[in-house]
C-alpha cells in the first residue's frame, strides 16, 4: 500500500484522487499529516512550477512522499489565458459563474472552430532523497457560448467535448472522471509507481 500526503486541505479532492488511482494507494490530505497550518504560495509561471512547489514544500515539512496537483483551463484563442490564473480569472475571489461570465465576454464572437481548449492537470510526485517527478493529463474540448448542463464545478458547463456531444456539466461523475485532464495525469502517476 502506498501513502501519499496530498498538499492541499481539500478532503474533497483527495478522495477524488484516491478513487481514480484506486486500490494500492492511499491519500491523506496535509491536515491529517499534522501541517494544515502551511500555505503555499502558487507563485510559478507553469502549472509544473506550482505543482512541484507544493509537494516539495509538503514533501520537507513532512518527511513523507507527497503529491500536488496544479490545474487550469488553457484557451486557444486567448494565447492559453486563463492558465495558472484559472481559479482567479474574473478576481481573487471570483465565483465559478463570474470566471466563466469573463471567459464568455473573451470569446464574444468568435467562431465555433477557433474556441478549441484544454484543461490542463500536472501531478508532482516529491519523493525523500529523490527527483520530483511530473506528469501531465490533458482533455481537449471547446468552449461553447453559453452554459450547458447542472452537474460539475468551475467551467464544465462551458466545456464541451465534441466526441460525446456533451459538455463536461452534462456527464456524470463516472463519465467526466474517465476522460478528466486529472485522470490521464493520475493514470500516468500510477503506471510508473506500479512498476
Known sequence: ????????????????????LGEGYTIITQTQAGVGDIDVV?????????????????????GKPCIADDSGLCVDYLGGAPGIYTARYAGENATDGENIEKLLTALDGVPTEQRSAQFVCVIAL????????????ECHGKILTEKRGKSGFGYDPVFYIED????????????????????????????ETRE
Open 1 to 20: 500500500m502506498q501513502t501519499y500526503i496530498l498538499a492541499s486541505k481539500n478532503q474533497h479532492k483527495a478522495e477524488e484522487i484516491s478513487q481514480i
Open 42 to 62: 502558487e507563485d510559478g509561471a507553469t502549472f509544473e512550477e506550482n505543482a512541484a512547489k507544493k509537494a516539495e514544500t509538503i514533501m520537507q515539512a513532512t
Open 126 to 137: 516529491a519523493e525523500p532523497g529523490k527527483e520530483t517527478r511530473l506528469f501531465r493529463g
Open 164 to 191: 460525446l456531444k456533451q459538455s463536461l456539466a452534462e456527464l456524470p461523475a463516472e463519465g467526466k472522471n474517465a476522460i478528466s485532464h486529472r485522470f490521464a495525469a493520475l493514470n500516468k502517476l500510477a503506471k
